[in-house]
């Protein structure tokens, strides 16, 4: 079926609205949730791994046709909106980016409504970032603006003719839409009648919402919102309990008096308190910010996506189209998760020799922050998920501050090989000495003996021992302790006072006790009882006697723990390096071979 849209570009610029579909009987029930215009298509083609294939943008494009068709079909979201338009936006990307291939195809439009809407219903342009909301605010300084949750549910059309509710008429493709009348006859919070002396005709545009009386979208994200008021509005019938949680936020009476303050006064005595209470003047561009961040972050009767700003006067309702304006515009919540293009799969090996799968991706912005890495926890669950360079993936912050990866939402096919290290090959007694697969681990053993938990060597950090490492200087834990101020001053980026700082650094880390140090080492829990009184080598040295049985008599201690200690205790680097830490004036303490 033909779009009303002709132009590709325009087809692609409605393309949510288009989306929202839901089975009503045996019609198709068109719910058209508002414009959208994305973010201008980038020249950049780089996906940072490489560039797509036609096969990448073909199984791309096969997703996004499945996630349609169980909206169509069923009525079903198997995708939150943000990841919907994020796929969306990069199949147009990638399709701009390949020769020989064709625009983004036009979504299946439902046939047109039943109800021709009275004035069109506009869409929204969205807003990028803070940056771009303080110029569209710089740009306007000469009107009065407001600012207004974005009430995440679904757009309607009310006409009140002679007072009386007259139609209802569903969003559709902001020209025509279905009639809702019956439905929302029924609705307790939406007046049949205006009270007073009405004008002859009241045209008002809003949002059907479900009530959810103390809301915080921070915390709560829009929880299905959306999708269980498109359930409620394909059902036939509805009980008296449905009708009392549904809410209407009316955000513009086009053909009410020309001044915002008057619109939501009059709005107020008919019954639309929500319009009132949730809509506030701006003077300055940090009066928004603070807006969206309250309403973000406090309680709301109600889900949001963002906020709206807009002019109180705006051109004559006749000249509106559905297309986004000039005069009104949004601007999202952080997204709370994202679709992300996978890189490159590394590993890390940590100080006790655990290996983290990480997924480097292309930037992705989840709640204001930008996220480039998100660890995969574990090679078991790393192998659960499968997840391979150029997969996209579902990213989300848990807790708002640690990005984690969901799910592979659109798998690379076919799926490259990636190589893991062996986790036989490393463990807690492992790359106690530089070599050539050694270099994560070692590298973190020495991050741990210079940290606040271990010789709290201040100003000593990652970036020192790369410096070491790399000039050759370092090839055991120790080695820090025989350094010079003439070798340190003669390595790249280190002066004079550096490198006497460094040394200065060192040798005070050096007369440390040696029960610190072996805390320092990594040696297993085994309680202050024991390891505060390692205070000599021969103490030590008798230690490395003790069975299993032995530790067992101290609280806290089982057989794993034993066992470990005892291997810590007697491995054979780690004998070398307590022998070698004893200060020279305590060397007659050192065993005989």
């Not at 995440?152 to 025509?176: H, K």
């Not at 008296?240 to 008057?262: E, H």
């Not at 741990?448 to 010789?455: K, M």
């Not at 309680?527 to 067992?552: A, F, H, N, P």
Request: charge should be negative; proline fraction near 7%; hydrophobic fraction near 35%.
């Amino acid at each position: 079926m033909a779009s009303p849209l002709s132009s590709s570009s325009r087809r692609f610029r409605s393309y949510r609205a288009t989306r929202s579909c839901v089975a009503l009987g045996s019609g198709i029930l068109l719910l058209w949730l508002g414009g959208f215009s994305p973010t201008t298509v980038a020249n950049d083609c780089s996906t940072g791994a490489e560039t797509p294939t036609a096969q990448d943008m073909e199984h791309l494009e096969a997703t996004i046709a499945a996630w349609d068709d169980a909206y169509y079909d069923q009525g079903e979201r198997q995708v939150p909106d943000a990841v919907y338009d994020q796929a969306r936006h990069r199949l147009q990307t990638w399709r701009a980016c390949l020769p020989n291939t064709v625009d983004v195809p036009a979504l299946p439009v439902a046939p047109q409504g039943e109800r021709r809407h009275p004035v069109a219903q506009t869409g929204l342009d969205k807003l990028s970032d803070e940056q771009a909301m303080k110029r569209w605010v710089a740009d306007r300084q000469q009107h009065e603006l407001w600012v207004q949750p974005k009430v995440d549910g679904v757009a309607v059309t009310l006409v009140y003719e002679q007072g009386q509710l007259d139609q209802a008429i569903s969003r559709g493709n902001g020209i025509t839409g279905q009639d809702w009348t019956m439905h929302l006859r029924h609705v307790q919070t939406i007046p049949k009648r205006l009270p007073g002396n009405p004008p002859a005709r009241v045209v008002l545009q809003g949002e059907l919402y479900l009530r959810r009386d103390g809301h915080i979208q921070a915390e709560m994200g829009s929880a299905g919102a959306r999708s269980d008021i498109i359930g409620l509005m394909s059902r036939h019938e509805w009980h008296q309990s449905d009708t009392a949680r549904i809410g209407l936020f009316i955000w513009d009476w086009p053909n009410g008096p020309s001044d915002m303050a008057q619109r939501l006064s009059q709005l107020t005595s008919w019954g639309f308190e929500d319009s009132a209470d949730y809509s506030q003047p701006i003077e300055q561009a940090e009066d928004v910010v603070r807006w969206r961040r309250d309403w973000y972050q406090h309680a709301l009767p109600f889900a949001t996506d963002g906020i709206v700003i807009r002019q109180s006067r705006r051109p004559d309702s006749t000249t509106w189209e559905p297309s986004p304006p000039d005069w009104a515009t949004a601007w999202k919540h952080p997204a709370r998760q994202g679709l992300a293009y996978v890189q490159e799969i590394s590993f890390t090996i940590g100080r006790t020799g655990r290996i983290t799968p990480v997924a480097r991706l292309d930037p992705i912005k989840l709640d204001d922050r930008t996220i480039r890495r998100v660890s995969l926890g574990s090679l078991k669950h790393w192998k659960a998920l499968d997840v391979r360079p150029g997969d996209q993936v579902t990213i989300s912050l848990a807790g708002q501050t640690i990005p984690r990866l969901d799910d592979v939402l659109i798998p690379v096919e076919p799926r490259p090989p990636v190589s893991a290290p062996d986790p036989d090959r490393y463990h807690e007694l492992s790359c106690l000495r530089l070599r050539s697969d050694c270099h994560e681990q070692f590298l973190a053993r020495l991050v741990r003996i210079s940290g606040q938990n271990g010789l709290d060597m201040p100003g000593i950090g990652e970036g020192t021992w790369e410096i070491l490492i790399d000039a050759g200087l370092i090839d055991t834990l120790i080695d820090w302790q025989d350094l010079n101020i003439d070798q340190l001053r003669t390595l790249p980026g280190v002066g004079d006072t550096r490198a006497r700082n460094w040394y200065t650094t060192f040798q005070k880390a050096a007369d440390k006790s040696l029960a610190t140090w072996l805390s320092a080492l990594g040696i297993p829990p085994a309680g202050e009882e024991i390891i505060g009184q390692i205070d000599d080598i021969e103490r030590l040295v008798s230690l490395r006697r003790w069975t299993r049985q032995d530790w067992q008599q101290y609280d806290g201690i089982g057989p794993d723990t034993a066992g470990r200690l005892i291997a810590f205790l007697n491995e054979r680097e780690i004998v070398s390096l307590t022998e070698g830490w004893l200060p020279e004036q305590d060397s007659n303490l050192r065993p005989s071979d």
